[in-house]
Nanobody
Framework: QVQLVESGGGLVQAGGSLRLSCAAS????????MGWYRQAPGNQRELVAR??????NYADSVKGRFTISRDNAKNTVYLQMNSLKPEDTAVYYC?????????WGQGTQVTVSS
């Protein structure tokens, strides 16, 4: 199996920054993609950012503010979040796609106060 451990969430004021990390371990052979999703209370889980090989894609709501990156040697993906807004408040989940299977982390809470 694959295990994902997220860290870096917390409470921050609007305009502030946070950096999320997600370290993958276990039976990792060939990662197709890694990404970050978020879910706010009462909302569906949505894609925030995803990295596949050398390409990235972002939700329109975070473009220009968030940056996803990956350290292949450490099987770790990062999400640098700048200019945070109260509407960014959610539980952020890491996801790893490998061989047509998807694996999720346990989630980390991000709260942005106004």
């Amino acid at each position: 199996q694959v295990q994902l451990v997220e860290s870096g969430g917390g409470l921050v004021q609007a305009g502030g920054s946070l950096r999320l990390s997600c370290a993958a371990s276990g039976r990792i052979f060939s990662i197709n993609a890694m990404g970050w999703y978020r879910q706010a209370p009462g909302n569906q889980r949505e894609l925030v950012a995803r990295i596949t090989g050398g390409s990235t894609n972002y939700a329109d709501s975070v473009k220009g503010r968030f940056t996803i990156s990956r350290d292949n040697a450490k099987n770790t993906v990062y999400l640098q979040m700048n200019s945070l807004k109260p509407e960014d408040t959610a539980v952020y989940y890491c996801k790893l796609d490998q061989n047509y299977s998807g694996y999720w982390g346990q989630g980390t809470q991000v709260t942005v106060s106004s």
